[in-house]
């Protein structure tokens, strides 16, 4: 079926747009990558296991399967721009939560006050994502999104910074605190905790209604995904989403990329201090997962389309993850953990080339494939958990034979990285040859 090349913005009309959706990812960066620090707090506060203590991550992205589609007929109703505003009042809304969660220390409450939040979010990227993509031509759609994902990533880098120090410093100290007090102060030292989130969430919900308030004023032209012409004799037209089998293995290679992008940034500060890595330090780690990311970024804004195709650089992310898996789970101490912080490189370029290689050809179907790839963020609350329950199921089983306590999380937290090698082989089909299957030649 053929296609009406859309007329674009002059280059020199696309970088003010550019800064805005810019600031966008910066903003869900932010929010997003400060569960790093957030996992471990949780766990601490609400006295969880490893498996529940990930629901932090899922809380947030199980969001994106419940609101993508809503969140696609909000773009057709009211536009870009007005979908922009709404998303960032949302998640301005759910950080409020916070606060009632934190007096009462209720989990379900924190969860809640996530999931709000990916509400607003699933909003934003719905509408950010496919806005940012079409903004100019679909050949370099990945290195405009590889410059969305700098901004992202560093945010994500002092959201985690800056919650890590507000969350976790001391947190050692009131650890050791519970094992000499009785229960009624263990408890009044868990509300003090759990009142450190307080500030932080009212200061980024007023940041947040803000934000909503003054993109309704930004200068984002109006664009629209290509128009179809009438097909030509014998062709066939396509009727249905369910005909582009390249969107569908998109999807599933964008669910699965989702999942082990969280695994590296979300476990990391855990995995450290599983492996006896005090807090202080292992606090800053998931700085270094997101700061090879941006490097990794910015050499895809530099390389791709010129030097190389977007499918080649998901060909060469796909094997690396595999590589640096197995280097995580083969290595130790900190060696490992130098090894989940370089899946960065590895999950980088996913994001970005997988977005117009899934995206290509879809025409007036564009809205509702850009809907169908935000859900599939939902890898996110769906393959953490899976992590801890395969570290929860193994450190049983190594303490069930004897083996001390310390010694089995140790190597359970590093068993459970095998769920990486699966996702990332189904990348690497996508990139050698899903991206093309129902497409012509």
Not at 191 to 205: F, G, K, L, N, Q
Not at 333 to 352: C, D, E, K, M, T
Not at 390 to 403: H, P, R
């Amino acid at each position: 079926m053929a296609e009406i090349k859309q007329a674009l913005p002059q280059k020199n009309n696309t970088l003010i747009p550019i800064i805005v959706i810019a600031g966008l990812f910066f903003i869900f960066g932010f929010v997003t990558w400060i569960n790093g620090a957030l996992i471990p707090f949780m766990k601490t506060i609400n006295e969880l296991t490893d498996a529940q203590s990930y629901l932090v991550a899922s809380a947030s992205y199980i969001s994106f399967v419940f609101m993508a589609l809503p969140a696609s007929y909000v773009i057709k109703r009211i536009g870009f721009k007005k979908s922009m505003s709404l998303g960032l009042i949302i998640m301005a809304l759910g950080a409020l939560i916070f606060i009632p969660a934190a007096e009462a220390r209720t989990y379900w409450m924190f969860l809640t006050g996530i999931f709000v939040q990916g509400a607003g979010m699933t909003l934003l990227q719905t509408a950010s994502n496919p806005y940012i993509t079409i903004l100019g031509p679909i050949e370099s759609a990945a290195k405009r999104i590889a410059i969305m994902g700098i901004a992202n990533k560093v945010a994500g880098a002092l959201g985690s910074v800056i919650f890590g120090a507000l969350l976790l410093s001391g947190i050692d100290k009131i650890k050791a605190q519970f094992e000499v007090v009785d229960a009624e102060e263990k408890g009044r030292l868990l509300d003090t905790m759990a009142d450190s989130v307080v500030t932080p969430y009212i200061v980024m919900a007023m940041v947040l209604f803000v934000l909503g308030i003054l993109i309704r004023k930004a200068p984002l032209p109006n664009v629209e995904e290509a128009l179809v012409e009438e097909p030509k004799v014998g062709e066939t037209v396509k009727t249905s989403i369910f005909q582009f089998p390249h969107l569908w293995l998109g999807v599933l290679a964008l669910f699965l990329y989702v999942g082990v992008e969280v695994i590296a940034g979300d476990t990391i500060i855990a995995y450290g201090i599983a492996l006896d890595i005090p807090v202080e330090q292992a606090k800053f780690f998931t700085l270094f997962t997101l700061m090879a990311m941006v490097v990794t970024y910015a050499l895809g804004v530099f390389l791709i389309p010129k030097y190389i195709s977007q499918a080649f650089a998901l060909k060469a992310s796909a094997i690396l993850g595999i590589v640096f898996s197995f280097c995580i789970i083969f290595t130790d101490g900190f060696v490992s953990v130098l090894f989940v912080a370089a899946l960065g490189i590895a999950n980088a370029l996913v994001w970005p080339a997988i977005w117009p290689l899934a995206l290509t050809g879809l025409g007036k179907f564009t809205k509702t494939a850009s809907a169908l790839l935000i859900m599939a963020i939902s890898g996110g609350a769906i393959i953490p958990p899976l992590y801890g329950l395969l570290v929860d199921g193994k450190k049983e089983t190594l303490i069930l034979n004897g083996m001390g306590e310390a010694s089995a999380i140790a190597e359970a937290t590093s068993f459970g990285y095998w769920i990486l090698l699966p996702c990332y082989l189904i990348i690497l089909y996508y990139a050698f040859s899903g991206h093309k299957i129902g497409l012509k030649p």
